[in-house]
């Protein structure tokens, strides 16, 4: 990560750690970095009562370096960037959004020409020009500056591409909570149609996206499908890049789960490039057991879908993915797409005719539990020997049959902590000893 840049993308409280002037320099730079003068940046966003503010200035910065701005006039989903930017034929895609964090936070992520992720590489490139001021670059004269062009139709190309994935029919009721988010605008037309569909959590005003609500808080699609005896739910987050589903029985289906039943049921038709599944350092080792049963390779990266793409793409991977519900088809989209990942789930158990809670059947999840502990940026926590002593202790615990995994968030100032364990007891243990470390040390 850089000094800007996180594992997502650009991110921060609105106001006070993303600035309207930095949003304006950062478009610059982008524009310099990823365009050349005439041509067009593709910028779309959320919901968030930020968003168009910092869409503004960003399309302000692209402008003032020669660059022409695309404005797509209503909020969309990442992947929705991706997919149209490389569908216009624009030299990037921008967009504007914090994903799963609560309202106050924004960001800004890109996209190349081609609908991927940018790479460190061009991050870093991005950054120095803000950082040395811009100091070689030549902004253009008043008569040469780029202009701002809005356009309204070119997300149904988009909705158009993913209804068209949707191959189930309406023999299943299905049920979508929104995330107050990207989703809500586009989720009805994509399966409204051809599903017996419900959705809830539709209704953005600026603030209350993700707010009680989709993949990070699924206690309403759990009630909705109970109550109203739904055979699967899908809740996405604010931007719509993932998703996780809740079987009949209003249990929680995650990232990993779908990335089982979608990996065997590519593998036993023959559409799992290089019998692979790529996954990251949180993986479920349950799930690797499983798949290496069945003769399927598995491949771990660092945490975030930008990383496992980078594998997919160096080594020609067809389907990757996270436990939050990044799940990468690499066949169909650029990046993690949730309303593509919604439509495959469907598609796959109608096909097989099973009902969502077997999915959960098909492998056995080692036990897992996820520490944060909040730090200050100054705070060296990783080199803390106090922290170290702890982990060195928990490593012992778990020894061969289970794993600890630390990291430090890319979007939020927290390290985290999961412990993973064949044995609850072991597992007992090891959250017994970060629980005091985190009380005596949590800022």
């Not at 990823?34 to 503004?56: A, F, M, N, Q, Y």
């Not at 990251?280 to 491949?299: A, E, S």
């Not at 072991?426 to 470390?437: D, P």
């Amino acid at each position: 990560m850089g000094k800007f840049f996180g594992t997502d993308g650009v991110r921060g409280v609105f106001g006070s750690e993303l600035t309207i002037d930095f949003a304006l320099k950062i478009g610059q730079a982008a524009a310099f970095v990823l365009s050349r003068p005439g041509e067009k940046i593709l910028i779309g966003c959320d919901t968030r009562i930020s968003s168009s503010s910092l869409v503004s200035a960003i399309a302000a910065g692209i402008c003032s370096a020669g660059v022409e701005s695309i404005l797509l006039e209503t909020a969309v989903p990442t992947p929705a960037v991706a997919f149209l930017t490389k569908y216009t034929a624009c030299s990037a895609g921008a967009m504007i959004s914090a994903s799963h964090n609560s309202f106050e936070f924004n960001g800004i992520k890109f996209f190349d020409r081609n609908g991927f992720k940018l790479n460190d590489e061009t991050e870093k490139k991005i950054e120095n020009l803000i950082l040395e001021d811009f100091k070689n670059c030549k902004f253009p004269s008043f008569d040469n500056v780029g202009r701002i062009h809005f356009k309204n139709n070119l997300f149904e190309h988009y909705i158009e591409y993913i209804s068209n994935v949707v191959t189930c029919n309406k023999k299943i009721k299905i049920a979508f909570d929104c995330a107050n988010g990207s989703s809500y605008c586009c989720a009805d037309k994509i399966f409204g149609k051809k599903l017996n569909s419900e959705f809830i959590s539709c209704s953005p005003n600026g603030i209350n996206i993700n707010q009680n609500c989709g993949s990070t808080d699924l206690k309403n699609i759990k009630k909705l499908v109970i109550r109203k005896k739904i055979d699967i739910g899908i809740a996405f987050d604010g931007d719509a890049d993932r998703c996780i589903a809740v079987d009949e029985n209003g249990e929680t289906i995650d990232g990993d789960e779908i990335l089982a039943i979608c990996a065997l049921d590519m593998f036993e038709n023959d559409n799992l490039s290089k019998k692979t599944v790529v996954g990251t350092d949180m993986t479920n080792m349950g799930l690797t057991d499983f798949l290496k049963k069945l003769g399927i390779n598995f491949v771990r990266t660092n945490v975030g879908d930008r990383y496992i793409l980078d594998e997919m793409n160096k080594n020609n991977f067809s389907l990757g993915g996270e436990q939050s519900g990044h799940i990468i088809f690499l066949n169909n989209s650029t990046t993690g797409d949730g309303l593509l990942t919604a439509a495959m789930l469907i598609n796959v158990i109608t096909k097989r005719n099973i009902k969502a809670s077997e999915i959960k059947k098909i492998f056995v999840k080692y036990p897992q539990i996820t520490y944060n502990i909040k730090f200050e940026p100054y705070q060296k926590i990783l080199e803390n020997p106090n922290f170290k002593d702890m982990i060195s202790k928990i490593e012992t615990i778990l020894s061969d049959l289970g794993r600890v995994f630390v990291r430090k968030s890319g979007t939020e100032p927290l390290v985290r902590i999961m412990c993973e364990s064949k044995y609850s007891e072991k597992l007992a243990e090891a959250e017994k000893i970060i629980k005091t470390f985190k009380d005596s040390c949590e800022v």
